[in-house]
């Protein structure tokens, strides 16, 4: 096993999908270079690749919350943004 920190940009949008390895742990969401990056530690050595869905919620936006688990807000342009990952169970 070989535990990495991997950086996955994200497009402003309301929802997309990131692959990333089974097991992976998201650690956090902001911007870095003007684009709004989320970080997750994942084993780089499985190979199991499954799809994280993303969603991307301004700020006074209105979300039915269940199932989506908060991950992390950032700045951008002015604009506020709130990031959940979709976790059904």
Partial sequence: MSTRIFKYPLKIEDEQIIKMPLGYRI????????????????????KHIISCEIKTVGTGCSLDVNPWWYIGTYQLNQLVFHVFEYKPF
């Fill in 27 to 46: 650690l956090t969401v902001q911007v870095k270079d003007n684009v709004p990056c989320l970080w997750a530690l994942v084993d780089d050595e499985e």
